[in-house]
């Protein structure tokens, strides 16, 4: 029996090299659709620039126009409060009254606002402003001054109605709106005379509804009164309450001062247009 001799692995022969198959030719058959795509767009983009007319060049015009188009799409629209302003102002009345101290023989002064609220004239203002004054002096938009009286009043709502002796050749009624078609945040704009500023405007919004406030040195507790924060003082008191579309929404009536000092600290009250309208006989809004 023979022994089985050990294979030297040196002397066995080499295998047969594994053959790589080129992969460049597969890549470049499947991306040739792609390419010809690229190169199709390429030519059609030089055909139409070869065959499209060539624009006319800007002229001086044509630039500036196109920089008015640009400012002008640029530039907010004008403020809300500008709007209002001119439509409440042709109906806006200067307040001015003359009031005799029996006990010293002194006489004091007042200045406060009012509106022009329907045909014949009448002007709402609050009652605190005209009453127990001797005189008054009423001045409307287009400087005609005259004389008034008192023809109605709600004291618990702090409202009066003058009507002057004379009125405008021509004049121009608010027009009214409607306090319960507001929300607390919308805007609000007050217009009156403030320490005797003829024709100021303030803006600010709503702030809350169905306040209760007493004027200082007054027991009447008024009630239901919208409080808002645009900037009122001695002065606005019976001028108009506006809505952004400039209809009166309230008179004003007062403002609220912890510090008891003469000036608006952000609380201002007006009586809803609806209520204070009753005093001049018109229609609920």
Same mark, same amino acid.
């Not at 009345?93 to 007042?110: K, Y």
């Not at 507001?182 to 007050?190: L, S, V």
């Not at 600010?204 to 409080?227: A, C, H, K, M």
């Given at each position: 029996?023979?022994?089985?001799?050990?294979?030297?692995?040196?002397?066995?022969?080499?295998?047969?090299?594994?053959?790589?198959?080129?992969?460049?030719?597969?890549?470049?058959?499947?991306?040739?659709?792609?390419?010809?795509?690229?190169?199709?767009?390429?030519?059609?983009?030089?055909?139409?620039?070869?065959?499209?007319?060539?624009?006319?060049?800007?002229?001086?015009?044509?630039?500036?126009?196109?920089?008015?188009?640009?400012?002008?799409?640029?530039?907010?629209?004008?403020?809300?409060?500008?709007?209002?302003?001119?439509?409440?102002?042709?109906?806006?009345?200067?307040?001015?009254?003359?009031?005799?101290? @029996? &006990? +010293?023989?002194?006489?004091?002064? !007042?200045?406060?606002? %009012?509106?022009?609220?329907?045909?014949? #004239?009448?002007? $709402?203002?609050?009652?605190?402003?005209?009453?127990?004054?001797?005189?008054?002096?009423?001045?409307?938009?287009?400087?005609?001054?005259?004389?008034?009286?008192?023809?109605?009043?709600?004291?618990?709502?702090?409202?009066?109605?003058?009507?002057?002796?004379?009125?405008?050749?021509?004049?121009? @009624? &608010? +027009?009214?709106?409607?306090?319960? !078609?507001?929300?607390? %945040?919308?805007?609000?704009?007050?217009? #009156?005379?403030? $320490?005797?500023?003829?024709?100021?405007?303030?803006?600010?919004?709503?702030?809350?509804?169905?306040?209760?406030?007493?004027?200082?040195?007054?027991?009447?507790?008024?009630?239901?009164?919208?409080?808002?924060?645009?900037?009122?003082?001695?002065?606005?008191?019976?001028?108009?309450?506006?809505?952004?579309?400039?209809?009166?929404?309230?008179?004003?009536?007062?403002?609220?001062?912890?510090?008891?000092?003469?000036?608006?600290?952000?609380?201002?009250?007006?009586?809803?247009?609806?209520?204070?309208?009753?005093?001049?006989?018109?229609?609920?809004?």
């Amino acid at each position: 029996m023979h022994d089985k001799q050990p294979v030297d692995p040196v002397s066995q022969p080499d295998p047969p090299p594994t053959r790589i198959r080129p992969q460049f030719g597969l890549a470049l058959r499947q991306a040739r659709p792609f390419l010809l795509g690229i190169a199709a767009t390429l030519l059609a983009i030089l055909a139409y620039q070869s065959l499209a007319p060539a624009p006319a060049p800007l002229t001086t015009t044509d630039v500036d126009d196109r920089i008015a188009q640009a400012m002008a799409s640029a530039t907010p629209p004008p403020a809300y409060s500008a709007a209002v302003y001119q439509f409440i102002l042709p109906s806006l009345v200067l307040i001015q009254t003359e009031r005799a101290n @029996p &006990a +010293t023989e002194d006489e004091s002064f !007042g200045v406060g606002s %009012g509106v022009v609220v329907n045909d014949t #004239g009448a002007i $709402l203002t609050a009652l605190h402003v005209v009453a127990d004054a001797a005189a008054i002096l009423v001045t409307f938009a287009d400087g005609t001054q005259a004389n008034a009286a008192i023809i109605a009043a709600q004291p618990e709502n702090d409202i009066a109605v003058l009507q002057a002796d004379q009125l405008p050749t021509q004049f121009l @009624p &608010a +027009t009214l709106g409607s306090p319960n !078609g507001m929300r607390i %945040g919308d805007e609000a704009y007050a217009v #009156g005379n403030p $320490l005797g500023l003829a024709g100021s405007l303030s803006a600010g919004v709503i702030s809350g509804f169905n306040r209760s406030f007493t004027p200082r040195g007054s027991d009447q507790r008024l009630e239901g009164l919208i409080q808002f924060d645009a900037a009122v003082n001695p002065g606005n008191s019976g001028g108009p309450l506006l809505n952004r579309s400039g209809q009166v929404v309230g008179i004003v009536t007062g403002l609220v001062n912890p510090t008891d000092e003469n000036f608006f600290i952000g609380i201002g009250f007006a009586v809803p247009i609806d209520v204070a309208g009753g005093a001049a006989g018109l229609p609920p809004q």
